[in-house]
């Protein structure tokens, strides 16, 4: 960027890209000798503060910050930013809000605090994909069930909520006689997929 002294007005900043399709001698003459923007305004932009629009409706606000907080989240947790994007619309206030926009590494820290309590509240089947990789890499491994004793075979496993891998059988019958449906792994309340 490229910044020409307006005599009458503020700087205005003009892009590269403008100044190679602008005719340069016009622009001296009317405006003045052209000065490249300072590295101290480049750094002021880079550590300024996200912030809701201010004269927007508290609606719009909380619509604002949903849609950054749901950028900020997707990237580590595609399959579960719109959850934890609406739990902390529903639980925090917008200053802290914005706060933990501004601030990753206590984003990062409210993220895991939800992911532990969906993890807790309601167990939900891991993606197909992530399954898949765990029956492959247990039967890679040569592992055996903890049930039943018998090797793992990806036609014949099931995957737990809670990531464990077992004989499809023997881990249906455990939480149908297990009236806690926990995993004999871990413990953890668990479910498979149907």
Not at 67 to 72: K, S, V
Not at 155 to 163: N, R
Not at 176 to 189: H, I, V
Request: with cysteine.
């Amino acid at each position: 960027m490229a910044q020409i002294e307006d005599r009458r007005m503020r700087p205005i900043v003009i892009s590269e890209e403008d100044l190679q399709n602008t005719d340069w001698p016009d622009i001296a003459r009317y405006w003045g000798p052209i000065e490249h923007a300072q590295p101290q305004q480049r750094r002021r932009n880079e550590n300024a503060r996200w912030a809701p629009p201010r004269h927007a409706t508290p609606e719009a606000q909380q619509q604002a910050i949903g849609n950054r907080l749901f950028a900020l989240i997707s990237p580590a947790h595609p399959e579960l930013a719109g959850k934890i994007t609406g739990m902390f619309l529903e639980g925090m206030g917008t200053p802290q809000l914005v706060a933990m926009i501004n601030d990753r590494a206590q984003l990062n820290a409210k993220v895991k605090v939800a992911l532990t309590a969906l993890a807790r509240r309601a167990p939900s089947c891991l993606p197909r994909h992530v399954e898949e990789i765990l029956m492959k890499e247990a039967e890679r491994n040569g592992d055996c069930c903890i049930i039943s004793f018998e090797k793992i075979q990806v036609q014949t496993a099931a995957v737990t909520s809670c990531g464990h891998v077992f004989d499809r059988e023997s881990i249906a019958q455990w939480l149908k006689t297990n009236a806690q449906k926990a995993c004999p792994s871990c413990r953890q309340m668990c479910t498979i997929r149907a």
